[in-house]
């Protein structure tokens, strides 16, 4: 058997920083992982975290609740075919709902083989705690929450210790049998993962599941054709928040040489320098509610010198 994790939670709440984590700490055990990536947009970003002798599928392009379902089927069975692993990670988009994916991983042909471990939701503590989100959003939310089995409290650096007790309080009165945690990029006891028992009830209080179609939620790629001014991207962004959720990319900046990494995800922007292992055309995604891509490509534009 198998076992499965699912890593569930709001677009730029830390899923990818925790699988980082995840990769090593299986591996320092000594048990072969292997990763499946679903993201909203025709590239990945994240991926880059995976390393080269990880077994990695994407689903790229579309959400696991929507179009990919059969093909999250297919692409955990191929890795069951093609390799032998002991442990599977799939990194669901920020927009779906845990339901859709444990759907797939039960999949007739998938069951014998697989035991889905947990579904583990991070909520980004400060996002939780302001609760700017339109109600669609919220109600995502609430239902990554109710379908978890470990919720990890992430990005508490952002907040006080009272105000972080205060919203684990209110996390277990949404879903009281999770092993609830708080964190800061994700730095979790992961030994807890294997002592964590799976919510079987969770089909039972199942809402209708596509949450997120109702979100319209467009992902728009640019490709760079040359340094951006990190400053003038910063402060456009500023003024997107509210319908940009989500943004991230390869860009070269004009400020400093060599390529970086760029993370955007509630107001924060993060540039982290980054060392090439394969050659990236440097591009952003945005993802966001109803957005205008020419609307978009214009801005970019205007973020050369
Ligand atoms: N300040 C702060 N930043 C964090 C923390 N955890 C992660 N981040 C940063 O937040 C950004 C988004 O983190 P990711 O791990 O990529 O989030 P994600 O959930 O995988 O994002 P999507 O795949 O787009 O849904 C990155 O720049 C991270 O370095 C944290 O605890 N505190």
């Known amino acids: 058997m198998v076992d499965v994790f699912v890593l569930s939670g709001f677009l730029g709440s830390g899923k990818s920083t925790l699988l980082k984590e995840l990769i090593q700490f299986e591996q320092k055990q000594g048990r072969r992982v292997g990763v499946i990536m679903n993201e909203l947009g025709s590239i990945s970003i994240d991926s880059a975290i995976v390393p080269d002798e990880v077994p990695l599928k994407e689903l790229l392009n579309g959400c696991v609740c929507c179009t990919l379902q059969g093909e999250l089927s297919l692409q955990i069975k191929r890795l069951l075919e093609n390799y ?27 069951v014998a083989n697989i035991n889905v471990r947990a579904v583990i939701t991070l909520v980004n503590a400060l996002q939780w705690y302001e609760g700017k989100m339109n109600n669609k959003i919220k109600k995502l939310l609430v239902e990554q929450i109710k379908f978890a089995d470990i919720i990890v409290l992430n990005k508490i650096d952002k907040l006080e210790n009272s105000v972080v007790e205060q919203l684990l309080g209110k996390l277990d009165q949404i879903n009281s049998n999770a092993r609830k945690i708080s964190s800061t990029y994700a730095q979790i006891d992961l030994k807890l993962l294997y002592m964590t028992e799976t919510n079987e009830h969770k089909t039972e209080q199942s809402e209708p599941t596509h949450v997120h179609n109702h979100l319209h939620l467009r992902t728009v790629k640019v490709a760079l054709e040359r340094p951006i001014e990190r400053m003038k991207l910063v402060e456009w962004l500023e003024h997107f928040q509210g319908i940009l959720y989500r943004a991230k990319g390869f860009v070269y900046i004009t400020e400093t040489p060599g390529l970086f990494l760029f993370n955007y995800a509630y107001g924060d922007p993060v540039f982290e320098r980054y060392s090439i292992k394969e050659t990236y055309t440097p591009t952003l995604v945005f993802i966001g509610e109803n957005l205008d891509q020419d609307e978009i490509k214009k801005h970019v534009n205007q973020l050369y010198v």
């Not at 990670?89 to 007739?108: F, K, R, W």
């Open 84 to 110: 032998q692993l002991d442990v599977i990670y799939i990194e669901a988009t920020g927009a779906a709902h845990p339901l859709e994916i444990i759907d797939a991983c039960t999949h007739p042909l998938l």
